[in-house]
């Protein structure tokens, strides 16, 4: 079991679009047994609310199943839950690092090489929906290719 959790700043919009996305993926290619996948905030602001009805709105719009979310913070116990901190901009990992104090397994890494756009901020879920996807498909290759 790959345990993977993705992590953004809010836990309202990226992160969670990511892991109904990767879920949704791996269902499709029938790996979804080896494959534990949530996501988390790295800030407070959000804690305990759903997804973004905007998040939700382009997930329904593109057939991407969802369940109601809870945002949660990233907790220091954390660290040994999961094996990869799928961060979506360098903020993000700073944050993260700044939770967990190190990083000794290197678990923490970044979806796509450039910053995934805050659609929180920008308004353009379709361009962080498109980048999503294209980070979860290279992520979802290599983690197929490494077991
Ligand atoms: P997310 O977007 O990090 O993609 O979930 C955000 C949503 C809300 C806030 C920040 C980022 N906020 O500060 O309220």
Redesign the pocket.
Known sequence: MIRICFV????????PMAEFIMKDQVKKINLENKYYITSR?T?Y??IENDM?IYAKEKLNEKNIPYTKHISKRLEKKDYDKYDYFIC?EDSNIKNALKIFKEDSQNKIIKLLDKDID???YTGNFEKTFNDLIEGIDNLIIKLNNKS
């Open positions: 953004c700043l809010g836990n309202i919009c990226r992160s905030a800030s602001e959000e973004y979506m805050d659609p929180w």
